[in-house]
């Protein structure tokens, strides 16, 4: 029997708390619950040790950019952060609409639940570090199911959105 890390075991307090579905049909509430129990709490990503974060809000253009990456994901059988038309993740987030000055973006291929999606986002001192990035504000997250090795693949899109200036 495999012991859970202490990482696992504060996740399993915080987000599987509240309900979790599967890969299809991701909760905006239950997702917003998991995420900002994460950013609220200092985090060791790699070697750099991040303070909290300020918690994030759900953003319906994200969650729809997101769907429909993690669509094409499954369609393509990969993880790729570019799209099959070679779309960077700033141009996908243009394409849906979301006017951005920062931008950041996760991708899992093959865990079953949102719990085990950003226990292996934060495993990883690239992906850690979005999740805690200070600079993000709002954010979409999706899941999506294909035939391939994979079979599920989940897509965290990050973002602070442009501000008009007073005035205008």
């Not at 998991?34 to 609220?40: E, I, K, M, P, Q």
């Not at 990883?124 to 199911?145: D, V």
């Amino acid at each position: 029997m495999r012991l859970l890390s202490p990482l696992l075991l504060a996740l399993a307090g915080s987000a599987l708390a509240a309900p979790q579905g599967g890969c299809e049909g991701v909760d905006a509430e239950a997702s917003v619950r998991a995420v900002n129990a994460l950013r609220g709490q200092a985090r060791q990503c790699g070697e750099r040790t991040l303070p909290a974060a300020a918690s994030l809000r759900w953003q319906a253009t994200l969650a729809g950019s997101a769907q429909r990456y993690a669509q094409e994901l499954a369609r393509r059988d990969r993880l790729d952060h570019v799209g099959e038309a070679g779309a960077s993740l700033r141009m996908r987030m243009r394409e849906a609409g979301y006017l951005m000055r920062a931008a950041g973006e996760n991708l899992a291929g093959g865990p079953e639940t949102l719990d085990e999606a950003l226990a292996q986002w934060l495993a990883s001192p690239t992906h850690c570090e979005n999740l805690m990035g200070a600079e993000f504000e709002e954010f979409g997250l999706a899941c999506a199911t294909g035939p391939g090795q994979l079979q599920r693949y989940w897509v965290l899109q990050l973002g602070a959105p442009v501000r008009s200036s007073p005035g205008r």
